[in-house]
């Protein structure tokens, strides 16, 4: 809702005319717009409306598609311990197989995740919080050299499915976003409770390597509604319909939680996209938007801009706590091995210099 997304939309505004807008079947809906965002739909989309947004990118309409295939939610967890990610069909998957990418219905847990706080007992009449990595909160660090992912620092995201790219003639296909080498993908439904955190994970069990959640697509789409639409539609000069696009872009993301910012509703009051009121941290989810944007409406210099800023990486957190010991070994131990050898060493050469003869 505009809660949800006021943040971005306040950031977008600043270079771009930004609307919400409903389809309902009108062709005309997206005529007048260069770009979509399709939010994470919670319901299944007519074919009508699916054949606008068709033709949309057909037209040369550049997108960015915020698909979730999976219902998962952490509200359901504030009064049970337990919920279920449960498969959900928004009736998306045909135009993006057609496009070149699956969005598969399962979830991914990764050993490299954002913490939550969880209630461990209480001091007097105060509860006591702990901070637990959550396996369904994926903390994606960006790799590689594309404009779109340059620099960026750590992505804030809840829970995450999986996305295969398929061999579709004429598709550059670019993966932008991808969990931790420590990962594992659980099929759905699948149940859900906050009983998990009291045991450690089992490393062995995280051995599926990165998992791809976000792809650049480019080149020349074909129509998802190429043999499908009777003679009289196809050729209707109102309609104006067109089986493949010239050369296009779109980005395809399974979690729309990378866009939402968080709210209360209570007050209405919004905090900053990729804001984390728990540890008080800013993600990068922000910059991979416009990134995103200035990159699909070929905005070149306002990219390269964005794109020379600095970022603080972080930790390999599976790496640290596995190989703590080591390093603490290294650092202490070998620092004191130099001195020995050094006082040795000189031990050695002032006794030879000024030793007695015999």
Do not use: C
């Not at 809702?1 to 270079?15: C, G, H, M, R």
């Not at 550049?62 to 311990?81: C, G, P, Q, R, Y």
């Amino acid at each position: 809702n505009e809660f949800e997304t006021v943040d971005i939309v306040n950031a977008l505004s600043d270079q771009y005319s930004v609307s919400r807008v409903r389809i309902d079947g009108k062709l005309e809906a997206l005529r007048f717009f260069d770009a979509a965002v399709i939010a994470g739909s919670k319901t299944a989309w007519n074919e009508k409306d699916k054949f606008v947004l068709d033709q949309f990118i057909m037209n040369g309409g550049k997108t960015i598609w915020l698909v979730e295939n999976v219902h998962a939610s952490m509200d359901s967890l504030k009064t049970a311990n337990t919920t279920m990610g449960v498969p959900i069909d928004v009736n998306l998957n045909d135009i993006l197989f057609k496009y070149g990418v699956r969005v598969n219905s399962d979830l991914i847990q990764d050993l490299q995740s954002r913490p939550i706080p969880i209630i461990t007992g209480y001091s007097g009449n105060q509860p006591k919080q702990e901070f637990f990595p959550w396996l369904f909160y994926p903390l994606s660090i960006p790799t590689g050299d594309h404009p779109i992912i340059k620099n960026l620092d750590a992505l804030k995201t809840e829970f995450v499915s999986t996305i295969d790219t398929l061999g579709v003639p004429n598709i550059k296909k670019t993966i932008l976003l991808t969990s931790s080498e420590y990962s594992k993908v659980i099929k759905t439904p699948t149940r859900i409770s906050l009983n998990m955190l009291r045991e450690e994970p089992d490393n062995r069990q995280f051995t599926r390597g990165k998992q791809t959640f976000g792809v650049l697509l480019e080149g020349t789409f074909t129509s998802n509604f190429k043999n499908r639409i009777p003679p009289q539609i196809a050729r209707n000069i109102e309609i104006n319909y067109r089986e493949t696009s010239s050369e296009n872009k779109m980005i395809v993301i399974s979690d729309a939680d990378l866009m939402r910012n968080q709210y209360n509703p209570a007050s209405k009051e919004y905090y900053a996209l990729g804001f984390d009121k728990f540890t008080n941290r800013t993600y990068s989810n922000k910059e991979l938007f416009l990134n995103s944007f200035n990159y699909l409406l070929d905005e070149s210099g306002l990219i390269e801009a964005r794109t020379k800023e600095f970022k603080i990486r972080v930790l390999d957190s599976t790496k640290v706590s596995s190989e703590k010991g080591f390093w603490q070994i290294i650092n202490t131990g070998i620092p004191i091995v130099m001195i020995v050898l050094f006082g040795m060493a000189q031990f050695y050469v002032r006794r030879k210099k000024y030793g007695l003869k015999k």
